[in-house]
């Protein structure tokens, strides 16, 4: 009987130490004041490569109406995104086309393309609203 007692008091005691594994929910919040200004872009992942192809609108309606045109057809996959730059500069040859750098400010790009033009040898500055491209001597 002593033994049983003891049995029954161990297994209450293991019982209750147990932990039970909980989970923990993540938010991240931004501050878009921090961000600068939004812009809305009719974004394509299969020409992600091409930013005459992804350009940014002011609204979201704007970008929805240009990738549901654009989207018929399955002529393009577009998705709207918010971004927080208009200015993408690229680092483009025959053999490569990196993204190097964003900006929201366009006399920053320059500064930047003026920077590392000796690094990288065909920067270009890619003006997302308007659809323009700047090379060479900017």
């Given at each position: 009987?002593?033994?049983?007692?003891?049995?029954?008091?161990?297994?209450?005691?293991?019982?209750?130490?147990?932990?039970?594994?909980?989970?923990?929910?993540?938010?991240?919040?931004?501050?878009?004041?921090?961000?600068?200004?939004?812009?809305?872009?009719?974004?394509?992942?299969?020409?992600?490569?091409?930013?005459?192809i992804n350009?940014?609108?002011?609204?979201?309606?704007?970008?929805?109406?240009?990738?549901?045109?654009?989207?018929?057809?399955n002529a393009?996959?577009?998705?709207?995104?918010?971004?927080?730059?208009?200015?993408?500069?690229?680092?483009?040859?025959?053999?490569?086309?990196?993204?190097?750098?964003?900006?929201?400010?366009?006399?920053?790009?320059?500064?930047?393309?003026?920077?590392?033009?000796?690094?990288?040898?065909?920067?270009?500055?890619?003006?997302?609203?308007?659809?323009?491209?700047?090379?060479?001597?900017?």
């Open positions: 009987m002593n033994k049983i007692i003891a049995i029954l008091s161990c297994v209450l005691l293991i019982g209750c130490n147990t932990t039970k594994q909980q989970s923990i929910k993540v938010t991240e919040t931004f501050d878009l004041t921090q961000i600068g200004e939004i812009y809305y872009q009719a974004y394509d992942h299969k020409w992600r490569t091409d930013p005459t350009p940014a609108f002011d609204t979201k309606s704007e970008a929805y109406e240009y990738a549901n045109e654009y989207n018929k057809e393009h996959l577009y998705i709207v995104r918010m971004i927080n730059y208009r200015f993408e500069i690229r680092n483009v040859s025959s053999t490569e086309n990196e993204l190097i750098y964003t900006s929201n400010d366009y006399n920053d790009a320059f500064d930047f393309v003026d920077e590392h033009k000796a690094e990288f040898k065909d920067l270009v500055l890619y003006d997302l609203k308007t659809g323009k491209s700047y090379e060479g001597d900017l």
